[in-house]
């Protein structure tokens, strides 16, 4: 038999248990800030003392990541860490409809060309069993692939993965870092200092003169193969802040005008060798 009352006072219990848990917004803004493509890391799912974890399907993870490299993990109320990453729990994620209810373009979760490219297997073998496969010569391993392939090739990443025993999500999340390339660059690489000196004296403003310069946004190359612009943390000491650098050569301190100059001097250099610049 019901109780009368029972109903209001379950109610008022669940409105004076959800009253001082932090508000969604503040875990996951309204306003959802851009992630370079270039960006990687690990991001844990909060759980509630009641069980329940804070995925709010935001997508954010799926946007930088294949599903396949994405690391679902999290603490239940007592602390213990708790780790989950079935692949039917990214089924809906996989879904062009999913991607449109969560107002982002529908798109593909992997690039099957990417994956299905043919590349020297051997070769990134030959790499892992010259580190004798152990865990803490990863960036080792990748500079050695990039140095070959001009970026790191999912499939080597895989490979490198499964020999490591290193997580997938990890390996991924490790090559979206320092100036590691997960697609192949085309033309001029234009690649803008983000470190802290830079973006203090100005690196902010070159980035944003050089994506209107070149029409494309940080990890994008320009639509005739010209030019390659990206963002790295990594590019010159602080004496030479805001810097940027175009292929191997340096520039700094520069500004937006002078950013734009280069760009034009690259522009007309087939065309006059003589116009771009010898040194840095």
């Not at 100059?261 to 690259?266: A, D, G, I, P, S």
Request: hydrophobic share 40%; aromatic share 8%; charged share 20%.
């Amino acid at each position: 038999m019901a109780i009368p009352g029972f109903g209001i006072l379950n109610g008022m219990a669940q409105t004076f248990r959800n009253l001082f848990a932090p508000k969604v917004t503040r875990q996951y803004p309204e306003v959802r800030p851009e992630i370079p493509d270039r960006w990687r890391g690990r991001l844990d799912l909060i759980y509630d003392p009641f069980g329940e974890h804070k995925c709010e399907v935001c997508f954010q993870c799926a946007q930088v990541c294949p599903v396949e490299a994405i690391d679902m993990s999290g603490f239940d109320s007592q602390g213990n860490r708790i780790r989950y990453g079935l692949q039917e729990i990214y089924d809906e994620r996989k879904d062009p409809n999913a991607w449109r209810r969560a107002g982002l373009p529908a798109r593909a979760m992997r690039n099957p060309a990417r994956w299905d490219e043919e590349i020297d297997t051997a070769f990134v073998s030959d790499v892992v069993d010259a580190y004798q496969a152990r865990p803490e010569a990863l960036v080792a391993m990748f500079a050695a692939v990039q140095a070959r392939f001009g970026y790191l090739p999912e499939r080597a990443l895989r490979i490198i993965s499964d020999r490591t025993t290193i997580h997938w999500a990890q390996v991924f999340g490790a090559a979206g870092l320092g100036d590691f390339r997960l697609l192949p660059a085309e033309g001029h690489v234009i690649t803008v200092c983000t470190c802290a000196a830079c973006r203090f004296a100005g690196g902010d403003a070159l980035l944003g003169a050089l994506a209107d310069e070149l029409g494309v946004a940080s990890g994008e190359s320009t639509g005739d193969g010209a030019f390659t612009l990206e963002t790295s943390a990594q590019v010159a000491s602080g004496q030479l802040a805001p810097a940027i650098r175009i292929d191997t050569l340096v520039y700094g301190p520069v500004t937006p005008d002078e950013v734009r100059h280069l760009v034009h001097q690259r522009r007309h250099a087939a065309h006059d060798p003589a116009g771009a610049p010898a040194s840095a």
